[in-house]
């Protein structure tokens, strides 16, 4: 008797787990902890991660600046320290964030099989009854330091340094640039006395002659530090929008923030391409043509143009599909039955179907 009731035991638990893996799918909005038995998934509302590189240019003016057009005839030479920014380029890339209001769970029922759910780390749906990578966003580019300036000192003699009149240093320094630049125009003409016949040995010379020329003309005509910075954030659009301000810009600090009146305003606007396909004209009436009862949602996602600009011009234009601007459909659950092992991968951005094989 005994093991009777262990064989029936055996053979329940047996046909339980039958049951289980012959399981139907069936999808209904998610509503926190009344799942048990299944999967909670997101529908993906498209994020934008806009990434700007910005030059900066700061300008010092040398110390001879009084004497530049005395001595080299120089123009137009610095006199006073200063910054400059300027937008190089404009960056956009689409990545998927959860959409809360599109919430769902997969449960178990009976005559079809539970299908292999891949999900986001935050939930988005992958795929089903296959493997689906998640993607990430690629790593951002490094910003570009200034090179390290001249030291004209370094290129100095004797006299230049222990002279204590500034117009005796500006003289001597403007006569040692033309004895440079005499000395360079006889080793291109191949006249100098010291011509090298090797010719990566001529190339050392004339740069090193070079360096020390340009050292020391900065004494008089000041010089720039060229660097760049790169500034990222997320926009997340909520609505289609005309002009909305993104963030400011200021020729004296770069990127600022969209309050900070400092800077003039860049814009961006978010509008329809009028491609998005015809949504049939009910979900009931999807449903009776389709016999849908049951399945895995997914969006339909709306084709938007992305412009950024400014009161001048167009900085960046690009088309992407954004799943909070289409609408909701379903796969029906027909087509995950026992009889059928159908996989779909979805769109980590936009929540689309990406592909599907039966």
Known sequence: MKRFILLLLAFNFQLSIFNFLWAQTDVSSFVPGTTTDGVCYFLPQTALRITIIAEKNVTTPGELNKYAFRYLRMQDVPTVSSTEWKIKSITIEPFGVPDRSKAYSVKVKNKTIAPMVSLTHDGILLSINTQAEETTLPILPQPTPAPEPLNPKQFMNQEMLSTGSTAKMAELCAQEIYDIRESRNALVRGEADNTPKDGEQLKLMLSQLETQATALEQLFSGHTETSTEVFSFVYLPTQETERDILFRFSQLAGVVDKDDLSGQPIYISIKNTGNLPAKQESLETAKKKAKLTQGIYYNVPAR???????????????????????????????LFDKKTTTRVTFYQDNGAVKKLEQ
């Open 304 to 334: 938007e143009t992305v412009t950024i600009f400014d009161v001048n011009q167009t900085l960046m234009q690009a088309e992407y599909s954004m799943g909070q601007f289409g609408y909701t459909e379903i796969l029906s659950n027909l």
